[in-house]
């Protein structure tokens, strides 16, 4: 009998990836499940917003950027590339050093979920809209996270694990961002995940011997997707120029230091994982932020001063007190936590009130990857 396996990788659509035979639970694994369910500050929330208003966004002042940019992604260059081919080499799970095997896999759970949840948004404001422009740029958004979805699943599945995403659709809490909160925060993680895989990818590049996991030799045309999402979102904002002005201004300098800051928490989590990697975290940090914060100038009209001698200092505070936080949880002590709550509170305030760079923007938002 023929059987006729389908691969995510493959698809069309985002129906036809989320129905492909690696999206189904074919392994379900209850702890990467109970992992990606969890909603804390550091980890990929799911979010909903006002899709009607999202709907009634008109692209017309932004139109010939807006139709090349469309026709790049129905073009589809990476149709087929998210699948293991014979670039993937066998991964010895079995003898993994155990603390870096550990982070790994909350690395892969927490990028998966990521992924997902871009997926969800994106496949639901596709299935809400009556706008063509909207509709289809969300629904060929939703296919390639879909597909990026599918692969980091199928990393997981060699190690015994995977994520139930039809699970975390039905129950994982849903955030609500009014749709100009969706705008910052999605377009900067999507360019922030652009510079994290390219920095990888090119460290990677030169230090061969750290590349401990094939995954990574996908990152390149991986990371040109989140570079083309975060496109998408400029246009979208670029359309109304309130929307990057104004007392808007700061809440994109909140979203900045946020989406910098949980990053750099974050990654201070999985000491080992850098390690093998070969890469500092401190140095990895600020290289991404400064990739990210080059390509925000298409848009925003401020940058982060990261140079600035509180910035690295702050950073630094905010993760102890995050440790410490953690520490006191893991204890159980409702007391023990107020003290770092408090200080990881002054540190961001102290991270946020740093002045911030200003600058003029383009009359065009258009770039290319660059890195
Ligand atoms: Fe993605
Ligand atoms: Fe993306």
Request: overall charge neutral.
């Given at each position: 009998m023929n059987v006729q396996r389908t691969h995510s990788a493959d698809a069309a659509t985002v129906e036809e990836a989320l129905a492909?035979?690696?999206?189904?639970?074919v392994v379900d694994s209850e702890g990467a499940t109970a992992l990606a369910m969890q909603n804390t500050l550091l980890t990929p929330r799911f979010y909903t917003t006002d899709f009607d208003e999202m709907d009634a966004i008109d692209v017309t002042p932004v139109r010939a950027d807006w139709d090349k940019l469309i026709a790049q992604m129905k073009s589809?260059?990476?149709?087929?590339?998210f699948k293991k081919n014979e670039d993937w080499d066998s991964v010895d799970w079995e003898n993994m050093e155990p603390r870096l095997k550990a982070e790994f896999i909350d690395f892969l759970v927490s990028s998966c979920t990521a992924e997902f949840s871009g997926c969800v948004l994106y496949k639901e404001m596709k299935r809400r809209g009556n706008n063509e422009d909207i509709v289809t740029l969300f629904q060929l958004m939703a296919r390639d996270e879909a597909r990026h979805a599918g692969f980091i699943n199928d990393a997981l599945r060699e190690a015994g694990i995977a994520v139930n995403l039809g699970f975390l659709t039905q129950k994982k809490k849903y955030t609500y961002f009014r749709p100009k909160f969706i705008y910052y925060a999605t377009y900067l993680s999507e360019k922030i995940g652009y510079a994290r895989y390219i920095t990888i990818y090119r460290h990677l590049e030169k230090?061969?011997?750290?590349?401990?996991?094939?995954?990574?030799?996908?990152?390149r045309e991986w990371c040109n997707d989140e570079f083309s999402h975060g496109e998408a979102f400029a246009l979208l904002m670029k359309t109304d120029p309130k929307l990057t002005s104004g007392g808007n201004v700061l809440w994109i300098k909140f979203f900045l230091t946020a989406v910098y800051s949980t990053m750099y928490v974050r990654d201070h989590q999985r000491p080992a994982f850098h390690e093998a990697l070969g890469v500092d975290p401190d140095w990895y940090g600020q290289e991404v932020f400064r990739k990210t914060s080059a390509i925000s100038e298409q848009i925003f009209p401020i940058t982060l001063d990261?140079?600035?001698?509180?910035w690295m200092k702050g950073l630094k505070r905010l993760q102890r007190a995050n440790a410490d936080l953690a520490a006191a949880k893991q204890r159980g002590s409702l007391l023990g936590r107020i003290g770092p709550s408090a200080r990881a509170a002054m540190a961001f305030v102290s991270l946020f009130t740093i002045p911030a760079k200003k600058h003029a923007v383009p009359d065009t938002t258009r770039m290319e990857p660059a890195y």
């Open positions: 492909a035979d690696n999206h189904q639970g589809d260059p990476n149709k087929g590339h230090h061969p011997e750290h590349r401990f996991h094939p995954i990574f030799k996908w990152f990261i140079d600035h001698p509180r």
